[in-house]
């Protein structure tokens, strides 16, 4: 089914260098052979997208690229050769395009592709008002879902992601260092699965949400850390520690608390090298995971824990900034005070529910 094709305005936001976000004015143009046009409702902001605003990815994001890849939204025009979507079907995106002949590719791991496009970093980004992308990208939503709770689908199969690799098994103690979304996703899905979870976090706030969400949450700077870590294990360490803080002291606190054969599964990007405590590897027999983004399958997991309401999207949501107020959007999740999952909200229409 092919949709009409006529040109109507819309906005998008451009990079414009360092800490600089621009609100253009452009026009919508017919989805070309194989692709979707997708009305975005929301866009959610990660940490990735803040490296992006720092200019620390200048190398890979030029002026002018529209970021962003937490989202969610409706197909509002499908092209030529499309076939299973209709307009206003609710949809998110898998943002990732691989070349499928890299040794990667061929053995079966795509989303680690030696030549991986990520949409939002490497090509046309979700914030905006109107995004074409790839039919193969889309992932259906339920209809009853709330498009402000489905732009968490992304950040939530990272979390799945993680826990898979992790192999975490039901009765497992897991320790997640670093309390900010991802680190609260990925205690949720480990909780899911069976784990025993303890979080540890040094900013107090993000410790009080992960206790109201019924976590233990312990600060791993505190004088009875290690003995708190030891009374809940019973003296033998966890079995995994999932490394979320991107600090050389996560990783430190990370390793330390591993029982004998732990599993460290590493998912904070460091953009620098770490030391690591290899001695406590040999004489533990540890093992590193390394978990960097997801599958297709991850993305249907994530969106079945969001409808079942494992995920509670409406106490994890601090705060939905309109369009044109990106760069309040984006100074808000970096100052860190009293916030967890910033949205952009990018619907044209005023007055729309979340719906």
Same mark, same amino acid.
């Given at each position: 089914?092919?949709?009409?094709?006529?040109?109507?305005?819309?906005?998008?936001?451009?990079?414009?260098?360092?800490?600089?976000?621009?609100?253009?004015?452009?026009?919508?143009?017919?989805?070309?052979?194989?692709?979707?046009?997708?009305?975005?409702?929301?866009?959610?902001?990660?940490?990735?997208?803040?490296?992006?605003?720092?200019?620390?990815?200048?190398?890979?994001?030029?002026?002018?690229?529209?970021?962003?890849?937490?989202?969610?939204?409706?197909?509002?025009?499908?092209?030529?050769?499309? &076939?299973?979507?209709?307009?206003?079907?609710?949809?998110?995106?898998?943002?990732?395009?691989? +070349?499928?002949? +890299?040794?990667?590719?061929?053995?079966?791991?795509?989303?680690? +592709?030696?030549?991986?496009?990520?949409?939002?970093?490497?090509?046309?980004?979700?914030?905006?008002?109107?995004?074409?992308?790839?039919?193969?990208?889309?992932?259906?939503?339920?209809?009853?879902?709330?498009?402000?709770?489905?732009?968490?689908?992304?950040?939530?199969?990272?979390?799945?992601?993680?826990?898979?690799?992790?192999?975490?098994?039901?009765?497992?103690?897991?320790?997640?260092?670093?309390?900010?979304?991802?680190?609260?996703?990925?205690?949720?899905?480990?909780?899911?699965?069976? &784990?025993?979870?303890?979080?540890?976090?040094?900013?107090?706030?993000?410790?009080?949400?992960?206790?109201?969400?019924?976590?233990?949450?312990?600060?791993?700077?505190?004088?009875?850390?290690?003995?708190?870590?030891?009374?809940?294990?019973?003296? &033998?360490? #966890?079995?995994?520690?999932? %490394?979320?803080?991107? #600090? &050389?002291?996560?990783?430190?606190?990370?390793?330390?608390?591993?029982?004998?054969?732990?599993?460290?599964?590493?998912?904070?990007?460091?953009?620098? #090298?770490?030391?690591?405590?290899?001695?406590?590897?040999?004489?533990?027999?540890?093992?590193?995971?390394?978990?960097?983004?997801?599958?297709?399958?991850?993305?249907?997991?994530?969106?079945?824990?969001?409808?079942?309401?494992?995920?509670?999207?409406?106490?994890?949501?601090?705060?939905? %900034?309109?369009?044109?107020?990106?760069?309040?959007?984006?100074?808000?999740?970096?100052?860190?005070?009293?916030?967890?999952?910033?949205?952009?909200? +990018?619907?044209?229409?005023?007055?729309?529910?979340?719906?």
């Amino acid at each position: 089914m092919t949709s009409p094709t006529r040109a109507t305005a819309a906005r998008r936001v451009a990079y414009g260098g360092a800490r600089a976000l621009v609100v253009e004015r452009t026009e919508t143009e017919p989805p070309a052979p194989g692709h979707v046009r997708v009305d975005v409702a929301y866009t959610g902001i990660c940490g990735t997208d803040l490296h992006i605003f720092h200019g620390d990815m200048d190398g890979r994001v030029p002026p002018g690229a529209v970021i962003g890849h937490e989202m969610s939204g409706r197909v509002a025009e499908v092209g030529a050769g499309v &076939a299973g979507w209709r307009p206003g079907d609710p949809v998110t995106v898998l943002p990732l395009r691989w +070349c499928g002949d +890299c040794p990667a590719c061929r053995a079966g791991h795509t989303h680690v +592709c030696h030549r991986l496009v990520f949409l939002g970093i490497d090509a046309s980004g979700a914030l905006q008002n109107s995004w074409t992308v790839p039919a193969d990208t889309l992932v259906p939503l339920p209809r009853d879902l709330r498009l402000d709770h489905a732009a968490l689908v992304e950040p939530t199969a990272v979390a799945v992601h993680d826990v898979r690799r992790a192999q975490l098994r039901q009765g497992e103690h897991a320790l997640v260092v670093g309390g900010g979304p991802i680190g609260v996703l990925i205690a949720l899905v480990a909780r899911r699965a069976g &784990a025993s979870v303890v979080l540890a976090e040094p900013a107090a706030y993000r410790r009080s949400v992960a206790e109201d969400l019924g976590f233990t949450a312990l600060d791993p700077v505190a004088d009875d850390f290690a003995g708190t870590l030891g009374q809940w294990t019973g003296g &033998a360490g #966890a079995a995994v520690a999932f %490394e979320v803080s991107g #600090a &050389a002291a996560g990783v430190a606190t990370a390793v330390d608390a591993l029982a004998t054969r732990g599993r460290l599964v590493q998912v904070a990007i460091h953009p620098v #090298a770490r030391e690591v405590d290899l001695h406590r590897f040999f004489w533990r027999e540890l093992t590193l995971l390394g978990a960097r983004l997801y599958e297709r399958e991850d993305f249907t997991a994530a969106v079945d824990l969001l409808t079942e309401g494992v995920i509670p999207a409406e106490r994890l949501i601090s705060r939905i %900034e309109p369009l044109e107020r990106v760069t309040e959007a984006f100074t808000a999740l970096e100052s860190g005070a009293g916030v967890m999952k910033v949205l952009v909200d +990018c619907r044209t229409g005023e007055g729309q529910e979340a719906r």
